[in-house]
């Protein structure tokens, strides 16, 4: 039976390079609660020759908190119609599979745009909002945001922020201030450990929280970060559990805010991306009802 209640979902990225079908086994022969998965693999089994019927017969018994990933939430001009387009399309996918939201994400992703003289070394580089003051990066960001929120709307889904922490607006404190300028009910948080992490966040910052705005928890680990633009292939390939976090301190944070929502157990280890996915999610789901059950 799935929990009504801090919710243990299985991410895809835990087991990145299998298919939409081995995903859901894993949840469902583990004992996950539900699956976070990608529009990207959604769309792989629909392209493969499955109906909308057959996949929410597969996917039947979990909960589908929601599913990524609409990225550079902030683009402009031409670019934005495309944004828009691609939240309608991850929007139609959603609600085939039966996910509750869709999850937008900042950018830009490369982080070369931000090395020396990137303008000359790489002048084809998606650069999004980094050359604008701060106030405008918000409200361009909000604005975007607002109209995603809205699309989402009409298919009755939320939508879920995380600003990566190598984009600007990265802070929680910065993501409250998009909720504010956004100013629609259907938009939450989600907190990821290793983005409040390299953002300069702590569990204290996090505790502060409205447990309301808080969405899903995407708990994770990452190596020692000593600054600068944060390298996430890098710092997120290891082990959860195995890394620098107090992941129980962390996880101590988020429920001192009242939160009783879905945590998903995102992965970036490469190592364990090649071994056993049903073992690894063991391990996970074992480390995830240690920190959040006590158990």
Known sequence: MIRSHNQLVFHSMASKPNSLAIDIEIAKSVGFDGLET????????????????ALRARLDGLFL???GFLIDLERQGEARKQMLQEAEALCVLASAAGARGIEAITGPLDIRVFEADAKKRHPDL???LIDLPETEQLE???SNLRAVADIAATYGLIVYLESLSWTPLNSLDAQMRILDLCKRDNVRLVIDFWHAYTSGDSPERVARLDKDLIYGVHLCDSLAYSGGVPNEAVLRDVPTGSGVLDLQSWVDAVKSTG????WSCELFCRRQHQE??????????ALMEKLIFKR
């Open 140 to 142: 361009r960001t909000a």
């Open 126 to 128: 998606y650069r999004g």
């Open 259 to 262: 939160y009783e929502g879905w």
């Open 65 to 67: 908190p929601g599913i």
């Open 38 to 53: 990608s529009g990207a693999k959604i769309s792989a089994y629909l392209d493969a020759g499955h109906d909308e019927q």
């Open 276 to 285: 056993n996915s049903f073992d690894v999610a063991r391990e996970l789901k």
